[in-house]
Each structure stands twice: as C-alpha cells, then as structure tokens.
C-alpha cells in the first residue's frame, strides 16, 4: 500500500490520483516500464545535500540528475548526492528509494526539472518498489511548490 501521510495529504487537498500496483522493481526505468507508464513521466526522487541542508532533486526517470543546475538553481556553494544513513530515518514510512517527490511532507526544499511540467500528468514511487501514484502535473506543483530547475 502507498504512503498513508502521503495518500492522506493528497485526500485532504481533494487531489484526484490513481494508484498503480506493479511487480517489484528497483531503478526508476524498470518501474516506468513494469508501471506502464513513459519514463519521462515517471518522476524519480534523488537525495541531495543542499549547503548541508537535505532536499529534493525531481527530475524524469530517463535523465541524470545535474548537480550544477540544481546548485545554480539553489544558488548554493554546494550540492552533493545525500548518502543513504543521511536521509533513512526520515523517511522510516517509506521504502529506501522509493520516497514520493513530496519533500514538504518532511520538511525539505524540492527541485523539480522543468521537463516534468511538459506533460499534464506526473507519475512516481508511492512509498514502495511496488506502488506508483500518478496526478496531474498542476496539482504536484500547486501542493509541493517546487523550485524548478531549467534544463
């Protein structure tokens, strides 16, 4: 089952969204391919260190994450990937790696692509390697108010 304070966020914002089951998967393409899903609108989420402040790096499961851009974007000395034991007690109702693009749920700024707001809808990992939640593109930025990084 997807993420309860997420699901309950989304609910209490009267945000349509679906919920998708699939096979276990564990890299964002295969969970784009197993979802049924186009891999430029499954949104994956990328830990990153912000001047030393955890966030949020959204971006198409078919691209790389760019620091620099996201650092200019930041307008930060430095942004670096977040290890693992940085971020895994904040996320303790979620599985590692599977954290939905909600950083405001946990208190944590969002970067998000700006290819992301290309399609009208956003799909991503619901908490799980088995569950993706898909809403419409206006309603994630409208809830998350993402800063968004220019390609």
């Known amino acids: 089952m997807a993420n309860k304070k997420l699901i309950d966020y989304l609910e209490q914002n009267h945000v349509h969204y679906e919920s998708r089951h699939h096979d276990d998967s564990s890299t964002a393409l295969e969970t784009a391919r197993k979802a049924h899903v186009p891999s430029h609108e499954?949104?994956?989420t990328v830990l990153v260190n912000v001047d030393g402040e955890l966030a949020?790096?959204?971006l198409p499961a078919d691209e790389r994450i760019d620091l620099e851009k996201v650092r200019q974007?930041?307008?930060a000395r430095r942004v670096t990937l977040a290890t693992e034991s940085a971020f895994e007690e904040r996320f303790?109702?979620?599985e590692v790696g599977a954290m939905s693009p909600f950083?405001?749920?946990y208190g944590m700024d969002v970067y998000a692509s700006d290819h992301l707001a290309e399609d009208a809808q956003i799909a991503f990992s619901?908490?799980?390697h088995h569950e993706v939640?898909?809403?419409a593109y206006r309603d994630f930025e409208r809830l998350v108010h993402p800063k968004i990084v220019a390609s």
Do not use: E, F, H, P
Request: proline share 0%; net charge neutral.
């Open 42 to 44: 499954l949104a994956k």
């Open 56 to 58: 949020m790096a959204v």
């Open 73 to 75: 974007t930041a307008r």
């Open 92 to 94: 303790d109702d979620c």
């Open 103 to 105: 950083g405001n749920l």
């Open 126 to 128: 619901g908490g799980t």
């Open 133 to 135: 939640i898909q809403l």
